[in-house]
């Protein structure tokens, strides 16, 4: 199937486009979903309550045409919810096997802090291998696949915060933030007479993503540009105010994340103001700050501004 650049500018804006007919106001963080849909990655979305997490997860299963399972983890789900597990069957006297919540193409893992540490391990198990093994017998997941899990940034208790190590196996993060009064406004103005999710359409199919997976995979990415990626990344973990800093994955994602974007741009290679655009969304989660950094209201935001500052950004080349 022959698809031009042009054709998947098209398709990827008017993906986006439905995803913002209930997301009012929010059009980066939505790309940014599909920028790690195309790469690959796997998204973590942190705020507090009633912002549209979920609501911005089930419009882009809607969209993209793809399956989507909403799995709300509390306590006493189990790794095999997620895995899966083997049942008897008396009428054919054997075992067979019931697919977990993971079998599907795009999995919004909700509050996933509220369950269990083994749970998260399964889930994140399956984010990294995109297969899961239960007793023995290895079951592939479909492809795409993306976890999309939220998280509320207060309300601690009887929670289990991902460990740093975890929150590393997600390519980005994003905060979804209050609207302001006129994008408010309009939220509840589309939803007097009826829900607006009714109207989001499937733009895109399973088989055109795998093609536009592929396609990211073959953008242009300039040597220099990858050498300021690991100077980036590198400098994180120098910085006097951070304990740990973005490990090679970051590097990789960075990459990818910027391959992704680019191609949503409409064209076939990477920039520099791609790098700068996923530098926050790549790399914030991943930098964990002293404590005494912390008690100076140092952040990892401003660990970011001033790398960015220090390091010397590698020249737009023209191309051809």
Do not use: W
């Not at 929010?26 to 940014?32: D, E, F, G, V, Y």
């Not at 973590?44 to 997490?53: Q, S």
């Not at 075992?95 to 369950?115: H, K, Q, V, W």
């Not at 005494?292 to 935001?301: N, Y």
């Amino acid at each position: 199937m022959e698809i031009s650049s042009e054709q998947v500018y098209k398709k990827l804006t008017a993906t986006i486009d439905e995803v913002e007919k209930v997301i009012v106001g929010k059009r980066n963080i939505i790309t940014m979903l599909v920028v790690a849909l195309l790469a690959g990655g796997h998204v973590l979305i942190e705020d507090v309550p009633g912002t549209g997490k979920t609501t911005l997860a089930t419009a882009l299963g809607k969209a993209t045409g793809l399956q989507f399972k909403r799995a709300q983890f509390t306590p006493d789900v189990t790794a095999s919810d997620i895995t899966g597990f083997n049942l008897f069957n008396k009428e054919s006297n054997r075992f067979e096997f019931r697919p977990g919540m993971s079998m599907t193409n795009i999995l919004l893992a909700d509050e996933i802090n509220r369950t269990s540490p083994k749970t998260q391990s399964a889930l994140l198990e399956a984010m990294e291998e995109h297969n899961v093994t239960v007793d023995g017998t290895t079951y592939h997941l479909p492809r795409p696949f993306m976890v999309i899990a939220t998280q509320n940034e207060l309300g601690f208790v009887g929670t289990f915060p991902l460990p740093e190590a975890q929150l590393d196996r997600f390519m980005i993060k994003v905060t979804m933030g209050y609207p302001s009064a006129e994008q408010e406004l309009q939220i509840i103005t589309n939803r007097e007479s009826k829900d607006p999710m009714e109207s989001v359409k499937a733009v895109c199919t399973a088989e055109e993503l795998k093609i536009f997976s592929m396609l990211t995979g073959q953008v242009n990415v300039d040597e220099s540009i990858n050498q300021y990626i690991v100077k980036f990344v590198s400098a994180t973990r120098e910085h006097p105010a951070v304990l740990l800093g973005a490990s090679p994955r970051a590097s990789l994602a960075l990459m990818r994340s910027s391959q992704a974007l680019a191609l949503i741009m409409g064209r076939t290679y990477v920039v520099p103001e791609d790098i700068s655009a996923m530098i926050p969304y790549v790399l914030s989660h991943r930098i964990h700050l002293r404590q005494e950094s912390k008690m100076k209201g140092i952040t990892a935001e401003s660990v970011l501004k001033d790398v960015n500052s220090s390091i010397m950004h590698p020249m737009r080349k023209a191309q051809s």
